[in-house]
């Protein structure tokens, strides 16, 4: 058993995107910052509805997946084709742009809190041209793990196994059938508390505490991991970590490495110059979306 520790720290900076809405972005805040097959991470937080009131007019994407994860708030996806999807708080969209969509993220609040986190996810070769698909997630539909000791995992992607603590076989995700086999937790530690997870050895695995602070590798030599900023895991099989003298909450990503070559332009993201090129044309001649969207709907 080998247990990782963090290889890479990356600082949250701040940010607009969309029509002026005001974030923090750690991974793919410079191209170069991706950890294979995560290429952006966003957390957007305000009480200010100046912050975010004008959110994200429509606008393509091409090539990969967007993890759009609501702490608190209300938003609404509408795209091109008609689709519409109320993202509320607790709530996930899973957007797999693939051969192209258009779609707006618009605040349905004129006050309040918004709060919550945007992930890019890549999508292989093989699938950057498939029809584009999306699919909104419950709260309820998100399974919840209470652990001794007052530790509470949200399962939204992956399947949780949290070594011997569970005495019925791993939780399963809300999300599944991702090529990426991503896992995606969201896990509440309180003061003094401490989270092991076992993690496949060859995956990219990543940590984002968004409160509080994170104590991550083996007791006596851990290393510090502050609010808002995202930890790159080195190699290993297994997770440790522990909150101090507040609680900590956190996100868990880890996901299997695709190992092709990435080129970006913006919202299209394609394994070639020429692939890019093609991605503009499409979407300044209308071409780009012409497909229908393919409707996932829970059971």
Do not use: C
């Not at 999807?85 to 192209?100: F, K």
């Not at 019925?168 to 508390?193: C, E, F, R, W």
């Not at 868990?252 to 970006?264: D, K, M, N, S, T």
């Amino acid at each position: 058993m080998t247990t990782r520790t963090i290889s890479t720290l990356i600082e949250s900076i701040a940010t607009s995107d969309g029509a002026g809405v005001k974030l923090r972005r750690s991974l793919g805040s410079r191209q170069t910052l991706r950890a294979d097959p995560f290429l952006m991470l966003d957390e957007f937080f305000s009480d200010d509805p100046r912050d975010y009131i004008a959110g994200f007019p429509p606008h393509p994407h091409r090539g990969f997946e967007t993890v759009t994860y609501m702490l608190d708030g209300h938003m609404r996806h509408e795209d091109h084709l008609g689709n519409r999807g109320e993202l509320i708080a607790g709530g996930v969209q899973w957007m797999t742009a693939g051969r192209g969509i258009i779609h707006s993220e618009m605040p349905q609040q004129a006050e309040g809190r918004m709060r919550g986190f945007q992930l890019w996810l890549n999508l292989p070769a093989r699938e950057k041209m498939k029809p584009a698909s999306y699919q909104d997630i419950s709260p309820k539909d998100i399974p919840t793990v209470s652990l001794p000791g007052d530790v509470k995992v949200k399962v939204i992607a992956g399947a949780f196994s949290s070594g011997d603590r569970l005495t019925h076989g791993p939780i399963n995700g809300a999300k599944k059938g991702v090529s990426t086999d991503p896992l995606y937790l969201d896990v509440h530690l309180p003061a003094g508390g401490r989270f092991t997870e076992a993690v496949n050895a060859g995956y990219t695995a990543l940590i984002y505490p968004y409160e509080g602070s994170l104590e991550v590798g083996p007791a006596g030599s851990s290393r510090t991991l502050a609010r808002q900023s995202m930890g790159i895991l080195s190699a290993g099989d297994t997770i440790e970590v522990a909150a101090g003298a507040e609680p900590v909450r956190f996100l868990l990503l880890a996901a299997r490495p695709l190992g092709e070559p990435i080129v970006q332009y913006g919202p299209f993201v394609m394994n070639t110059r020429e692939e890019i090129e093609q991605a503009i044309h499409d979407y300044q001649s209308g071409k780009l979306a012409e497909k229908p969207a393919e409707r996932v709907v829970n059971a």
